[in-house]
């Protein structure tokens, strides 16, 4: 595993008051060193999962709001999008209130489209969205969450919403089966994306279920650097979990990629120390990555229905 350290910012923030956040995202871009270039074309990437408890599943919009307020600031042309397993990112946004916040900016929030096959390490493609691939750069902000399937989940697999709506369960019924099969994938399309950084929102996160229907979890913790795999590995030591216990985690030391290794974070603002993960319940037996087709098609009519109402 490489030598090499990565910033990481941890801050408390114990609120989603619109000014704190914004003094707060201004200081984790700092302390990591991050700057955005007048004219620079940015994607920021929020997690839109569901419309299902979209208050508490999707990264708060004070939170986005605060990030393209820097870049605007900065001079940076900021993209707001996603794209949603079902549905479109449009009104999974409008659920959790993103729109609204976005308005007096001048933004929207677009779904992520015009897909690209990106050949996979286990054979087949997938659809990358040229939206994203035509980006300078990319902020993954995500949200820090219990998931069902890869147990938590916060920067680097929010950048599996880059992959074009339906595509990402297709990816889950064939690749679901293969043991490692969606952690490369998730990893390959890291890979293929433009330069990110990522920025969590662990102020209020999700325990207990997950990714749309678990509980909150009141962390007051914001969290940024510019290596999403040092971030995420910081975020899963502090909740106290070991690669063994997180398969994309332990999928990124397999692959030794820069930033997965234990102890490459280097903390830059707070020490991990400064917040108690204590009581945060993560479900000791994940489920199958594999999507049975009748719940394949179930999400697609859903889908489908939500085009039309």
Not at 18 to 23: D, E, F, G, H, V
Not at 237 to 258: D, R, T
Request: charged share 15%; aromatic share 4%; glycine share 12%.
């Amino acid at each position: 595993m490489t030598s090499h350290t990565f910033p990481v910012a941890l801050l408390r923030q114990n609120s989603y008051d619109p000014a704190s956040l914004r003094a707060g995202v201004d200081s984790l871009f700092a302390a990591c060193g991050i700057a955005f270039a007048r004219g620079e074309s940015v994607l920021v990437k929020p997690n839109l999962v569901s419309r299902a408890n979209a208050g508490l599943s999707c990264t708060h919009p004070q939170v986005v709001g605060a990030v393209c307020a820097h870049l605007l600031d900065c001079g940076a042309r900021p993209l707001v999008a996603d794209s949603p397993a079902f549905g479109s990112a449009e009104r999974v946004a409008a659920a959790c209130g993103l729109p609204e916040m976005l308005r007096p900016l001048g933004l929207t929030v677009r779904t992520l489209g015009r897909p690209a096959p990106l050949g996979l390490p286990c054979g087949g493609s997938i659809g990358l969205s040229r939206h994203a691939l035509e980006a300078d750069r990319i902020i993954s902000v995500g949200k820090l969450k219990a998931h069902g399937q890869f147990r938590v989940t916060a920067a680097t697999k929010n950048l599996f919403g880059c992959v074009c709506g339906c595509r990402k369960a297709h990816a889950h019924m064939r690749l679901g089966g293969q043991p490692g099969g969606m952690e490369r994938m998730v990893l390959a399309v890291r890979a293929a994306l433009p330069p990110t950084v990522g920025l969590v929102d662990a102020v209020v996160a999700m325990h207990r279920g997950g990714p749309i229907h678990g509980q909150p979890y009141p962390l007051g913790l914001l969290a940024a650097g510019p290596n999403t795999l040092a971030l995420d590995a910081a975020l899963y030591a502090l909740l106290g979990l070991c690669p063994a216990q997180v398969p994309l985690w332990a999928e990124a030391q397999a692959q030794n990629l820069p930033g997965a290794g234990c102890g490459e974070a280097r903390f830059v603002l707070e020490p991990p120390g400064h917040f108690d993960t204590a009581g945060f319940a993560l479900s000791p037996e994940l489920d199958p990555m594999r999507f049975e087709p009748v719940r394949f098609l179930r999400g697609r009519l859903k889908s489908l229905l939500h085009r039309v109402t």
